[in-house]
């Protein structure tokens, strides 16, 4: 039985003509009868592909033979369910369930923060971020700083809706509205008293990290590190056992994931406060952000910010 499987991935490394890679994607990810999203600039590629396994093995294969992309860093995860049939007349791999469609696109960044003029990538990556560390390291920051009396600063670099279902222990979780927004809040002065502790930033998968940790250590963050890998790979090595607690937000039909069966529910339903981690679309059509919402009150009736909003 073919098995489903999600691959999370991104590389930053200098590329010389991004449509040509865009094409080149497309109909690569189009043979193997792939869905989701992958974006591509001048600093790199970052996507978010599911198929059936061979054909995702393949896909990220062929992608690390591009030289750029040779060191792009991996992730896997289970995904949902496989179509019935093939994908295509044109491949003989069905299709995934957890996306609609493949979707490849050339932008002027791969993660929006809306300052591409300030990001700088060589061939070894983002240039002048924080210090990477893997999940264990973090542990030992943590544990080296308290023992010295001095805390360490986890910093969320996602959407408030993904950390309200899970995060990181005391984590310091800006009230931006997307990525967009971060510079701006950075800007705001509102964490100048944090430029000379620890900061560990952290996001699903480590992209919006790099390039958050670059915009921190240009504005005068003295000791910025990030979780190399983000929380998709600190989930790998502790599971529920660690400084996480909660469930992971995703961008695909899953809406979150779990790292264990113990997971800790942190999160309350927006209609009556049953604990939930489950995740929906606020149903303003205007509105691109989620609410936590359980399935009774998700199927009583429509959730939207506004509504719940006035709740509070």
Known sequence: MPI???LLYYVFAPVA?????????RDLGESLGLRGRILISAHGINGTVGGELDAVKRYLRKTREFAPFRELDAKWSEGTALEDAPASPHTPYRAITDFPRLSVKVRDEIVSFGAPDELRVDEHGVVG??????PGQVHELVDERRAAGEEVVFFDGRNPFEAEIGRFENAVVPEVASTRDFVAELDSGRYDHLKSSPVVTYCT???????????MVARGFERVFQLDGGIVRYGEAYGDGGLWHGSLAVFDGRESIAFSPQVEVISHCAGCGTPTARLQNCSDPACRSRLVVCEACSAAHDMSCREHAAQE
């Open 4 to 6: 489903p499987k999600i």
């Open 17 to 25: 003509d991004p449509e040509a890679v865009r094409l080149w994607q």
């Open 129 to 134: 971020g924080g210090v990477r560390l893997t």
């Open 205 to 215: 998968g480590g992209i919006r990290c790099e390039v958050l940790s670059s915009l």
